[in-house]
């Protein structure tokens, strides 16, 4: 993509780029309706991981295979329990990255959303975070029954923003997330640490 090429809009993950990393005693709260050890659950949460953001599992079902994979049922007053400590999981704010966000709209920048995440995970996410109705689009996986890495959901999310790929940049913490995003044609940077990025951004002249 040639480095003249104006940036008009910016293109978030949220998960470990707008949210932190997972919060420990959100894990172990999951852990503690299953009565699990952590590598068995961390394996039983993850197996089925994909298929719930993609919206092949919605939270009843995800929840059901989780604890099927650990010899466990689950009540509905458990199932509820581990929504909302999946919400605390995923929840706990990267500040200074919500801060720079925050500053686009007023560079004439617009701001987009593009996210795996389930059903249940949307509504706790926007419940608790509803300043991210105020961006300019939200592209989120179960939505649309397709998850980054695939092709079709990066051109979803330039369609929404109505902005051509080459002029997005975009935010992600995964190098296989990255790597589909350049493929579709936008810039991005894969999110590691904050000072890493302002280095980078400072090299846009977006810092």
Same mark, same amino acid.
């Given at each position: 993509?040639?480095?003249? +090429?104006?940036?008009?809009?910016?293109?978030?993950?949220?998960?470990?780029?707008?949210?932190?990393?997972?919060?420990?005693?959100?894990?172990?709260?999951?852990?503690?309706?299953?009565?699990?050890?952590?590598?068995?659950?961390?394996?039983?949460?993850?197996?089925?991981?994909?298929?719930?953001?993609?919206?092949?599992?919605?939270?009843?079902?995800?929840?059901?295979?989780?604890?099927?994979?650990?010899?466990?049922?689950?009540?509905?007053? +458990?199932?509820?329990?581990?929504?909302?400590?999946?919400?605390?999981?995923?929840?706990?704010? =990267?500040?200074?990255?919500?801060?720079?966000?925050?500053?686009?709209?007023?560079? %004439?920048?617009?701001?987009?959303?593009l996210? =795996?995440?389930?059903?249940?995970?949307?509504?706790?996410?926007?419940?608790?975070?509803?300043?991210?109705?105020?961006?300019?689009?939200?592209?989120?996986?179960?939505?649309?029954?397709?998850?980054?890495?695939?092709?079709?959901?990066?051109?979803?999310?330039? +369609?929404?923003l %109505?902005?051509?790929?080459?002029?997005?940049?975009?935010?992600?913490?995964?190098?296989?997330?990255?790597?589909?995003?350049?493929?579709?044609?936008?810039?991005?940077i +894969?999110?590691?640490?904050?000072?890493a990025?302002?280095?980078?951004?400072?090299?846009?002249?977006?810092?």
């Amino acid at each position: 993509m040639p480095s003249s +090429q104006p940036i008009r809009a910016v293109l978030f993950d949220y998960g470990q780029v707008l949210s932190t990393a997972p919060v420990p005693a959100a894990w172990e709260r999951l852990k503690a309706v299953f009565g699990a050890d952590e590598e068995a659950f961390h394996t039983a949460y993850w197996r089925h991981r994909h298929d719930y953001d993609r919206g092949t599992l919605n939270a009843d079902t995800y929840w059901s295979a989780v604890a099927s994979d650990l010899g466990r049922t689950i009540t509905a007053e +458990q199932e509820e329990t581990l929504r909302k400590a999946d919400t605390d999981l995923w929840t706990q704010l =990267n500040e200074p990255m919500v801060a720079w966000a925050g500053s686009l709209p007023a560079r %004439g920048l617009k701001r987009g959303i593009l996210s =795996n995440i389930g059903d249940a995970m949307e509504h706790g996410v926007l419940e608790r975070c509803p300043w991210l109705k105020d961006f300019d689009h939200l592209t989120f996986s179960h939505r649309l029954k397709i998850a980054k890495p695939e092709a079709a959901i990066y051109e979803h999310a330039a +369609q929404g923003l %109505g902005v051509a790929p080459e002029e997005i940049l975009f935010l992600d913490d995964r190098a296989e997330n990255i790597a589909a995003a350049r493929a579709a044609g936008m810039r991005a940077i +894969q999110y590691t640490d904050h000072a890493a990025f302002i280095r980078e951004i400072e090299a846009l002249g977006l810092a």
